[in-house]
């Protein structure tokens, strides 16, 4: 470690040092298990290619920015291996770049809104899985939690598509909506609530770091938890077309909020995105996530509805989505596609008679 006139390093700073140092020894590992696990369980088929070329080219795209941006923080610091170990708190830090201005919370708000689409996702499928892993003896499954770090932690478009590689392409036909545990929907709900408080708290101050990890946990916590679908407990359950339409309805009041400035303020023009698109690797990188996301969902839409035999609103869907946002759009299918995959039951012959 570099000190100063060559005097011997302070026990402060050594601590300081080993806990930035651990800090990161844990990030990566998080991060290439979680990716090594999610790659190694995904068997590549005809229904799962295109998903798993998205989660390729996110991927490297992604990434090449992180680490772009990891390079010039290092060369800002002097090129100083322990200065960049302990001063750079490069998690926090990537959050407050991304946050710190309208037009840059513009692209992050709508990926880390649609966060919440994605993990009450995962965790009902995640779920519908393990049961399913549970009756046939023969079936194995991922659990949902190695997304979830992967998306948190690496990419969202990377952990998405390797997610919906392992669902069944052909909907299965149910007796009634699915359901989630109130406590789920609950912290889901939370942790969007934290989402939406990020940009108002002054960026790397203690509040905010706070309210980071807040956000991460209420997040995390739903894709740990066990339960069936399929099981409805009154209050203690919540119907999934639901708690998907209140997550749309969350992300349009949220997009629309930061939207409305750009059409009507004539000091923050459109041109103000796209400079925030580029301003530095860091907000290259969320954004790129943000469109292999768009991209994703409108794939999924596509192919999902077509199974339906209803492919036009997976279309319709996917051209206004760049208007409204995937965060509000995405839910909004998947309520839809949830009551469409309820099965009506088939009339008696009595019943034909009467008519």
């Known amino acids: 470690m570099s000190t100063t006139e060559g005097s011997p390093p302070s026990t402060e700073t050594s601590a300081l040092y080993y806990k930035a140092v651990g800090s990161i020894v844990i990030y990566f590992t998080t991060v290439l298990s979680a990716l090594a696990i999610c790659i190694y369980r995904t ?13 390729v080219c996110s991927l ?3 990434w090449f920015y992180i680490i772009s941006w990891f390079q010039k923080e290092y060369v800002a610091l002097g090129s100083d291996l322990d200065r960049f170990i302990i001063e750079s708190d490069l998690f926090v830090q990537a959050y407050a770049i991304v946050t710190n201005t309208l037009p840059k919370w513009w692209w992050s708000s709508q990926l880390l809104i649609l966060t919440g689409t994605a993990l009450t ?17 023969t079936k194995t499954w991922t659990p949902t939690w190695w997304f979830v770090l992967l998306g948190f932690f690496g990419s969202m478009s990377v952990g998405g598509p390797l997610f919906l590689a392992q669902i069944d392409p ?9 359901s989630v545990p109130t406590l789920l929907a609950l912290l889901i709900l939370l942790g969007e609530v934290s989402v939406m408080a990020t940009p108002f708290l002054p960026s790397m101050s203690k509040p905010f770091t706070i309210n980071l990890i807040l956000t991460h946990t209420l997040f995390l916590v739903p894709s740990l938890m066990k339960f069936d679908p399929t099981n409805h407990k009154g209050w203690g359950t919540m119907s999934l077309p639901r708690l998907y339409f209140i997550l749309s309805l969350i992300a349009l ?11 009507f303020s004539p000091i923050m023009p459109f041109k103000a995105l796209y400079r925030a698109l580029w301003f530095n690797h860091c907000q290259t990188s ?11 969902a409108a794939l999924y839409m596509v192919q999902s509805s077509r199974k339906l035999k209803k ?26 596609r949830e009551r469409q995959l309820v099965e009506v039951p ?10």
Request: proline share 4%.
């Open 311 to 336: 492919v036009r609103i997976g279309v319709v869907l996917s051209l206004v989505m760049p208007i409204l946002s995937v965060s509000t759009i995405l839910p909004l299918y998947l309520g839809w």
């Open 346 to 355: 088939a009339e008696k012959d009595g019943d034909k008679k009467k008519k």
């Open 43 to 55: 068997r590549l088929t005809a229904h799962n290619a295109l998903y798993c070329l998205i989660a």
């Open 60 to 62: 490297f795209t992604t």
């Open 170 to 178: 052909v909907p299965k036909k149910q007796a009634h909506v699915r």
């Open 121 to 137: 996702c995962w965790s009902v499928e995640g779920q519908s899985l393990r049961l399913a892993a549970l009756k046939n003896k």
């Open 286 to 296: 969320i954004s790129a996530d943000l469109v292999f996301n768009n991209v994703l």
């Open 253 to 263: 009041v949220s997009h629309t909020m930061y939207t409305l400035p750009f059409i």
